[in-house]
């Protein structure tokens, strides 16, 4: 079993910055890669990045140059740095690690407001 907890989500201004935690415990040798995602008002739920266990990353296209995903193995915690934020970037944001066989494992989500 793998639980997830995410903090660093809160209110930020438009062109600001935040970086997003999320640390993994439990079985985490099974997890083979983490990702971010988020769910805005209204919306479908939308993958941002997604980091391996070897370090290969990926974004989604509109989050490209503006947000990195980046890890440190020895506090089991990936970070989401994001930069230049928009307020269509206003969206709970959730840390998943896949599971094969099953559902997967997600955080609780963090909120992320991008208002002036």
């Known amino acids: 079993q793998v639980q997830l907890v995410e903090s660093g989500g809160g209110l930020v201004q438009p062109g600001g910055s935040l970086r997003l935690s999320c640390t993994a415990s439990g079985s985490i040798d099974s997890i083979y890669s983490m990702g971010w995602y988020r769910q805005a008002p209204g919306k479908q739920r939308e993958l941002v990045a997604r980091i391996t266990r070897i370090g290969l990353s990926n974004y989604a296209d509109s989050m490209k140059g503006r947000f990195s995903i980046s890890r440190d193995n020895a506090k089991n915690t990936v970070y989401l740095q994001m930069n230049s934020l928009k307020p269509e970037d206003t969206a709970v944001y959730y840390c998943?690690?896949?599971?094969?066989?099953?559902?997967?494992?997600w955080g609780q989500g963090t909120q992320v407001t991008v208002s002036s």
């Open positions: 998943n690690a896949p599971q094969v066989g099953g559902p997967g494992y």
